[in-house]
């Protein structure tokens, strides 16, 4: 038995020294080929270097230990630092549409600058890089890398015009988000792009400034993803947008984001800014969307610039708990049409929005916005901004917390309107004088607000006007509670004041205004009755009874003219003369130089008693225009007025005459007069003017006629 088993032992001993004298014998080519000691479904480790010429199928465990190489791997140009040893030598592999793959953990170095061409697109493995100390890194084509650091070093990265103009801020180096932020934005070819922020929570002390000339930074919060800055600075900007015009959106959050992108500061009691927009370079056509900013000491500023700023639009966006929610420090260039649509402005410790002493020009827009509990007014204008500032509130909701004194909305310069929308006063910690106040040169108007006053909170007046302030009130939609306010304006100031109504029958109304010290006032009452009073003086029309009633006097527009009557009388002596042709019976009592304008006429009457002197012969009177002035000469009767009359008896008034004339006003000067002739120079005409009663009489009716 032992005997067979050493033959056996023997047998296999000597089959392997041939075996492997065989394999020494064997030429490298024969040696390299497939290796058939691997059987089917069993680990096969192999130690030396293969290469394989064809498509090669691996199944199973297989492992590799030392260099391998994998130059193309399904027509991907691998970085593996032995077939394509550096990048550059990629690019060659890739050509001018192929992928440029850097493979797990690697991060090769640039040995030179390398240009990516834009049809060839750069592939990160997961957690790798490339090290670009030294040179340029230009990258025209896509970018294919998950949301983590891949470029490392010092050295300068700029991209083309990516087919797709979205990176990650993450991609770049940096202490922290906000210099990864501001390397991505550098890294932007001239016309912009989109720095993404991946979701996560950061801390940073870097601030964030896009500020080249009309290179737009869309700084983005990672879609589908919650995003939370914190910056730690007591002092400075968080985030700076100051690139000029574009046709961009800034600081943007897509609606597919459930909680938006959120940007804490160090404190409402800092003098740290969270969002900064102007500058220098303006800012223009440009939106922030569902941002939250809370806790600095101004949540969004619009710095001073130098070129105008216009089309800014801020929507569905949180400005909560700062110092001041909005503030506006231009003071050298016009703002306009800035819009702030869908957001909260509300819990800031000193104003909602708050417009600069020397605030410069603007208009600012709030459509739907939510101020709530804003220790100071929601919206604070001095009296020192520009009466050229215009704010215009619609559809939107205010609710203070009502400190002592406090009130709503603060103007004292510019021109406000108000429309629509609810204003909520339901704290009962102090009562208000007002909750919206316009004095200095504030022009006010509103139309359809519901104001709403809780249980146990006063308001002096809802509205306050004071100063040359002046306010227009229109018709319709006031809906005001049954108490807890004193009077819906302040009725002591002439200016700014609207009619009284009862709190459930606001009815319809207009606000008075004071012009130079001259108020007026118009309302509608409770009985329909419209009035109006200017001056002192009030009329009213009455559409129920049809009456019309007014305690002053009707004038032309350009005040030439004012509607009336004149009547005089002749002087207390006998008239009497010899002349053959007219002439003026009296150029001062009898005589009246009126206006008469473009669309009114003058109606003039005249009467008295005639007489013949020395014989009966007929005698004639008549009115006659004697030109602007009484003086002016004119004694052509005037047709239909002319009158002859034989006295029966001698030397005895005995015959009544009145005759009368209509003037059509031509707009100018008429002297209408009275005059007088006889048929025969021997025998004088005579009129009776013996007293003040007995004596001829003149009336002027002047008023609009068609």
Known sequence: MKKLLLGILIFFALFGIVTLEQWFLMPPSVRAQTNTFCAANLACTVTAAWTFSNALTVSGVTTFTGAQTVGKWNGNCIVDGIANATLAAAVTCAGSSGVIEIPMFAVPALTGSVTIPIGVTLRFDGPSGITTTGFTLTINGPIIAPPVQIFFGTGTIALGALPSTSLFANWFPGTDIGAQSNNAYAACFSAGCTPVIAAGSYNFTTPIVFNTLNKPGNLTCQPGGTVALTYTPTTGTAITLDWGNSNAAPLTQQPSVAFGCLLKGPGNGTSAIGLEMNGPNGMSNASITQMEVQSFGTCLNFSNQIKPSFLITIQNSKLMGCANGVSFNNNQADMEAIRFVNDSISNHTTNGVVFAANFFSGDVYFDGVSFDYNTGPSISVPSTASASTFVHLNQSHGENSNTAGNTFASFAAGTVQIVGGEYKNTSAVAAAASMFSCSGTCNLSAQGLKI???????????????????????????????????????????????????????????????????????????????????????????????????????????????????????????????????????????????????????????????????????????????????????????????????????????????????????????????????????????????????????????????
């Open 452 to 706: 709403g006053i809780g249980s146990g909170s006063t308001i002096t007046n809802i509205f306050s006007f004071s100063g040359t302030s002046s306010v227009g009130l229109f018709l319709g939609g006031f809906v005001l509670p049954a108490s807890g306010f004193t009077a819906l304006y302040n009725t002591a100031i002439n200016n700014g004041v609207i009619t009284d109504f009862g709190a459930s029958d606001p009815g319809v109304f207009q606000l008075s205004h004071n012009v130079s010290g001259t108020p007026w006032r118009c309302s509608l009452n409770g009985g329909s009755v419209f009035t109006c009073t200017v001056n002192g003086q009030t009329w009213q029309y009455d559409p129920v009874a049809g009456n019309f009633q007014f305690g002053g006097k009707i004038q032309n527009l350009a005040a030439t003219a004012t509607m009336g009557l004149t009547a005089k009388t002749g002087a207390a002596s006998n008239y009497t003369g010899a002349n053959t042709t007219y002439a003026a019976v009296d150029t001062t009592n009898l005589c009246a130089a009126i206006t008469v304008p473009t669309g009114w006429k003058l109606d003039v009457e005249v009467s008295g008693v005639l007489e013949s002197l020395t014989a009966a012969v007929a005698q004639s009177i008549a009115l006659a225009d004697a030109g602007t002035t009484c003086a002016g000469g004119g004694v052509t009767a005037l047709v239909g007025t002319e009158r002859t009359i034989t006295p029966p008896a001698l030397g005895t008034f005995d015959v009544n005459f009145h005759t009368r004339f209509t003037l059509t006003g031509d707009g100018a000067a008429h002297s209408v007069a009275l005059v007088a002739k006889t048929s025969n120079a021997a025998d004088s005409w005579g009129i009776q003017s013996t007293s003040t009663t007995i004596a001829p009489s003149m009336r002027w009716l002047l008023m609009p006629s068609n």
